[in-house]
């Protein structure tokens, strides 16, 4: 009798932490949620040619906006370069912002497909 009551106590306590070690499991990944939705509300600014052309990017890497100054019109294949360059120059500010924001919800640790 008493051998049967230990065994169900242990199962008891085995069930809890079980339930306790998925409940911690499951913390990083709703963080992880909250930055990469965090992301999609962020942007940055992309430029080039002094600010001749810009572009807003967000945290998950979509163009949002281009804003071309009306002098830039007048030459095409300028103006294409300084589009790339402007688009390439907010990618990278966008990357760099991904990068740090879950960073710092990893510590640091670089980890595949999340970035």
Do not use: C, F, W, Y
């Not at 049967?4 to 913390?27: C, E, P, T, V």
């Amino acid at each position: 009798m008493m051998n049967r009551q230990k065994r169900r106590q242990a199962k008891r306590q085995q069930g809890k932490q079980q339930s306790q070690s998925q409940a911690q499991a499951h913390q990083p990944l709703a963080m992880l949620q909250k930055v990469q939705e965090e992301l999609e509300s962020l942007t940055v600014e992309g430029s080039a040619g002094g600010g001749v052309v810009k572009v807003v990017i967000t945290g998950k890497q979509t163009v949002e906006s281009v804003e071309i100054a009306p002098e830039a019109i007048e030459d095409l294949e300028m103006l294409q370069d300084l589009i790339t360059a402007a688009v390439n120059d907010g990618l990278t500010k966008s990357q760099e912002l991904a990068s740090e924001k879950i960073g710092a919800l990893t510590g640091g640790m670089n980890i595949p497909g999340l970035t």
